[in-house]
């Protein structure tokens, strides 16, 4: 728990920290700075026509980690809910809710955010909402499994024999027990959703291409792997550090 904290707070700061240092426009172009080598000025240098690519990654972190938050967010919340009412109840709701996690699964994630972009225009939140929707099968899956371990413990016979209302065995016992399980499966997942968002916006899917996203950044940059590689090397140790980051923020977390 205590290593989750620290990689929290380590996220939060750099978000924080990006958010307030005054940086250059990203999309301000000067081709006579092309290619310059980092320096007080440009801390990592400049690209192909000049941009600040310091500047560049601070955007596509910040909206890297806002696609991870709402994906995250969205696919835990309802993923768990309904794995939870399905593996609590079966029956009805347990074929019902299986049948449409499977085919949050099997639908591919690339035709959820085309879908997405065309319906909101491109923007950072619907990739998130797409990349979220295609994992709520996940969570779903992995609960109602936990769940049906958790209800044969003697304890939740206990409690149905004190006529314990559902929604308090659900909120004050199986949810506690889900948590670690659920926790380091959205570490994972995030980890995911970072790369998912970068082959998105690497293809141009999903968001505007000239926004400054990591993916974005390195299909304009893979020209010059040869001659000019630290420019396509800073985005992809974003993408490498961050998904690092959530994948040890969340690993066998224990609460």
């Known amino acids: 728990m205590k290593r989750a904290l620290i990689a929290i707070a380590v996220i939060v700061l750099l978000a924080i920290i990006f958010s307030i240092i005054p940086t250059q426009n990203p999309k301000f172009v000067n081709i006579a700075n092309k290619f310059l080598p980092p320096s007080s ?3 990592m240098g400049t690209d192909h026509l000049g941009r600040d690519i310091f500047s560049l990654m601070a955007q596509g972190f910040l909206r890297t980690l806002y696609v991870v938050v709402v994906a995250s967010t969205v696919s835990y919340i309802f993923g768990v809910f309904l794995g939870i009412i399905a593996g609590f109840y079966g029956g009805f709701p347990l074929v019902v809710i299986r049948f449409l996690t499977d085919l949050t699964l099997i639908i591919p994630t690339f035709i959820v955010a ?3 972009s065309i319906m909101f225009s491109d923007s950072v939140f ?3 909402l797409a990349l979220g929707f295609s994992n709520i099968g996940f969570f779903a899956n ?3 499994k936990l769940c049906d371990i958790i209800l044969r413990d003697p304890y939740v016979d206990t409690l ?3 006529q314990a209302p559902n929604s308090y065995i659900m909120r004050k016992f199986l949810f506690p027990e889900l948590l670690p ?3 380091n499966l959205m570490g994972n997942k995030a980890s995911n959703h970072i790369l998912a968002y970068a082959s998105l916006t690497f293809i141009g899917l999903g968001a505007d291409i000239t926004s400054p996203d990591f993916g974005t950044m390195l299909y304009q940059y893979r020209g010059f792997i040869i001659e000019k590689p630290l420019v396509v090397l800073w985005p992809a140790l974003g993408i490498f550090f961050l998904s690092l980051i959530f994948h040890y923020t969340f690993d066998e977390v224990h609460i």
């Open 181 to 183: 399980s659920t926790l």
């Open 126 to 128: 619907a990739v998130g």
């Open 160 to 162: 149905r024999m004190l």
């Open 114 to 116: 085309l879908i997405s």
């Open 41 to 43: 000025e440009h801390l």
């Open 142 to 144: 992995q609960s109602y």
